[in-house]
């Protein structure tokens, strides 16, 4: 059965940081392409970062330069550290992952709340 568990999130104060973990089971973890998403109250749910299997990695524009997305393949963990938190950043925060054969998966997602 595969699961994908999120862990870190939290509340911090704008400027503050905070790193994510999602630790996956029941998936070839080093086959997938990962990423984190987040879903704000009362909008869409967005993309924030990926990560291939190899390696490469995208980011939302508004969050270039503050997260980073990385991966351990030992471990079947995937990482968002996130640096410069500001109240935009507030959402739900989702795991994703998607196998060689577009066989897509979700977590259950972790708050994050950025405020002073």
């Known amino acids: 059965q595969v699961r994908l568990a999120e862990s870190g999130g939290g509340l911090v104060q704008p400027g503050g940081s905070l790193r994510l973990s999602c630790a996956a089971s029941?998936?070839?973890?080093?086959?997938?392409?990962m990423g984190w998403y987040r879903q704000a109250p009362g909008k869409q749910r967005e993309v924030v970062a990926t990560?291939?299997?190899?390696?490469?990695?995208n980011y939302a524009d508004s969050v270039k330069g503050r997260f980073t997305i990385s991966r351990d393949n030992a471990k079947n963990t995937v990482y968002l550290q996130m640096n410069s938190l500001n109240p935009e950043d507030t959402a739900v925060y989702y795991c994703?992952?998607?196998?060689?054969?577009?066989?897509?998966?979700w977590g259950q997602g972790t708050q994050v709340t950025v405020s002073s």
């Open positions: 029941g998936i070839i973890f080093r086959l997938n392409a």
């Open positions: 990560i291939t299997s190899s390696g490469s990695t």
């Open positions: 994703h992952s998607r196998s060689i054969t577009n066989c897509e998966k």
